[in-house]
């Protein structure tokens, strides 16, 4: 058999963390629009490579090798990037290929009212950006039934980790607690979503996982777990009526639903950070937790 090598589109916070758990020193290229963030990708050890909608012969090249695709890049009105841009190659020119894994959203449930969903459940998207990842979940699995490989389609929910989570939050002083009751949210650290990729790579598994942590939580409860872990006085608590929030951060707010992690366990994935709780104790007593890249705008 040949040298495994992995080809990540779209290497950045998620992708970052797979390649650090790299440990067989697999050979991980990644692609990135920006050629400032080169060298980043280089610390993580990924090989950089530069992507932006059209494919040149590099990429084609290191296509050409890859036994195993990640596929880690949105959905946009123009389709899928990725399958517009390289879906003939892969098609025709990856002679290596023996897996794919689509990095998706638990966004493609929509709302459930609080209700438990798992992966035979209905996928009622309500945003525009989650209408699109669902057509795109369906066009990579239709691929892989043409071309007989299996593809893994990981839906993931709110991402966080060293660099992104509420204790940097509220030592920057952007931590709020925006209170609407009822609300829940799943979250994933990002180290878990490496282990499940590694794990489903592994084995070459197909299907579709819910990639999330086991204990849906009101975004408000990790904040002010946060701050007890710090020892400060967590922030006021606002009610979700009156606070001032993006467009985008509102229509988070407007999808409530519990999603479970049966068939990730069930295809034999331990959790690292089964609840936020275990996660943020981890990185504070590390002191890791201001590492990474800056915070995503939203998630506690």
């Not at 035979?120 to 945003?127: E, L």
Request: overall charge neutral; charged content about 20%; proline content about 7%.
């Amino acid at each position: 058999m040949s040298e495994r090598r992995f080809f990540i589109f779209g290497a950045g916070y998620s992708a970052k963390a797979f390649a650090r758990a790299n440990a067989q020193h697999t050979p991980v290229s990644g692609t990135t629009r920006a050629p400032e963030k080169f060298e980043a990708l280089r610390s993580a050890g990924i090989e950089p490579l530069q992507f932006d909608r059209e494919l040149s012969p590099a990429l084609g090249d290191a296509l050409a090798r890859t036994t195993h695709l990640i596929v880690s890049v949105a959905p946009d009105d123009a389709g899928d990037p990725v399958l517009n841009a390289a879906g003939a190659t892969i098609r025709a020119n990856m002679p290596a290929l023996e897996w794919i894994g689509y990095l998706s959203t638990v966004g493609v449930y929509g709302d459930h009212g609080g209700a438990w969903v798992d992966e035979t459940g209905d996928c009622r998207p309500v945003s525009k950006r989650s209408v699109m990842r669902v057509a795109a979940e369906q066009q990579w699995l239709a691929l892989g039934r043409e071309i007989g490989k299996p593809v893994a389609t990981l839906r993931l929910s709110g991402i966080y980790g060293p660099g992104r989570n509420a204790l940097v939050n509220l030592a920057d002083g952007t931590a709020r607690r925006l209170v609407k009751p009822g609300q829940v949210f799943n979250r994933i650290h990002c180290d878990d979503i490496a282990g499940a990729l590694w794990h489903l790579a592994d084995n070459n598994l197909g299907g579709i996982f819910n990639v999330t942590d086991d204990e849906p939580a009101p975004p408000q409860d990790v904040v002010a777990y946060a701050a007890g872990l710090m020892g400060v006085e967590p922030p006021p608590e606002i009610p979700f009526e009156t606070a001032q929030l993006s467009p985008m951060a509102r229509s988070f707010y407007g999808e409530n639903k519990r999603v479970a992690n049966q068939a990730i366990k069930a295809a034999g994935y331990s959790f690292r950070f089964p609840n936020y709780r275990v996660a943020l104790e981890r990185m504070w007593a590390e002191g890791n937790w201001r590492d990474g890249e800056p915070r995503s705008p939203m998630r506690g």
